[in-house]
């Protein structure tokens, strides 16, 4: 555990869907791993505007709200007894209360969706708005999905070379080093000089230009890689779109690690096109790194 990571514990968002019970125990076993104490965190949100509303009606809604995060709290003592796990009851939606307190966790973990929302929501407002605003990691746990068990356990990263993907890549091999797993680096190639491509660039040798971002992925891969020996680190390189080769890589994965948004992802999208398909459609978790969880020193090239 790195000296920052000394007082950061891991938060859950928690509000006793089943969604929410599968990240808890993601979280735990985060916790139990990293041997850092666990938030469990309910929001406590009134869906009407502000109004007068009775003190007995404020209470009794808050008494259910306790009643929730005590029974996060109970499932995960459960689940591993050495933890140290702690309750927050935050007043407002869960997207702003888990973003809160956020801010002094190591990670964030919560489920693709909870108790709100309507039939085959795939996922909810929180799990999109919680990576797309934290400054820190966030886990989205897929439905019906449980933590690894320790065995063949396969973390893939898919980077292109932004900041948040090299974050990514460093977030995927400290997951790949505490479950004694590997890394499967996944860099998804636009070919713009080939015939196929909307605008091709004039003169140019497509071949070439392939070989030299192959060789430059794999440079980056192996320099960064190298802060973690323990892990095996494969490394694909493909010219196929990214959304379907990395939604389609999670089924035997344990963990999709992506950055926030990626190069050519419009400047107004806190989260990019690629990242929103595989919270939608992954098979596994999905973390989403920030770009300044890392600030990378690269080969020259």
Avoid at 232 to 244: H, I
Wanted: net charge negative.
């Amino acid at each position: 555990m790195r000296d920052d990571q000394a007082d950061r514990p891991i938060l859950v968002g928690y509000d006793d869907s089943p969604e929410s019970r599968d990240a808890l125990r993601w979280a735990v076993e985060e916790a139990r791993l990293r041997r850092l104490p666990v938030l469990v965190c309910h929001a406590l949100h009134w869906p009407y505007a502000p109004r007068p509303v009775a003190e007995e009606l404020l209470t009794q809604i808050e008494q259910v709200a306790l009643g929730v995060v005590d029974e996060g709290v109970r499932r995960a003592k459960e689940l591993a007894p050495e933890v140290d796990v702690q309750p927050v009851l935050g007043k407002g939606t869960p997207a702003a209360v888990l973003l809160e307190v956020a801010n002094g966790a190591e990670l964030t973990v919560l489920g693709s969706r909870g108790q709100g929302g309507f039939e085959g929501l795939q996922v909810g407002s929180a799990a999109v708005q919680v990576p797309a605003h934290s400054v820190r990691p966030v886990v989205v746990v897929r439905p019906s999905l449980r933590p690894p068990d320790g065995q063949d356990v396969r973390v893939v990263v898919g980077l292109d070379g932004s900041p948040p993907s090299l974050a990514a890549l460093d977030f995927a091999l400290d997951e790949a080093a505490l479950r004694g797993g590997s890394v499967t680096a996944l860099c998804c190639w636009a070919d713009c000089g080939s015939v196929s491509w909307p605008d091709p660039l004039p003169f140019v040798d497509s071949n070439a230009l392939r070989r030299g971002a192959e060789a430059r992925f794999r440079e980056v891969v192996s320099h960064l890689a190298a802060r973690r020996p323990e892990v095996t680190v494969f490394t694909e390189f493909v010219t196929e779109r990214p959304q379907r080769v990395l939604v389609d890589s999670t089924k035997d994965a344990t963990l999709l690690v992506l950055g926030s948004r990626g190069n050519g992802a419009p400047a107004c999208l806190l989260l990019g096109p690629v990242t929103q398909t595989a919270l939608l459609e992954s098979w596994c978790p999905v973390a989403v790194t920030p770009a300044d969880v890392l600030n990378p020193r690269l080969p020259p090239g």
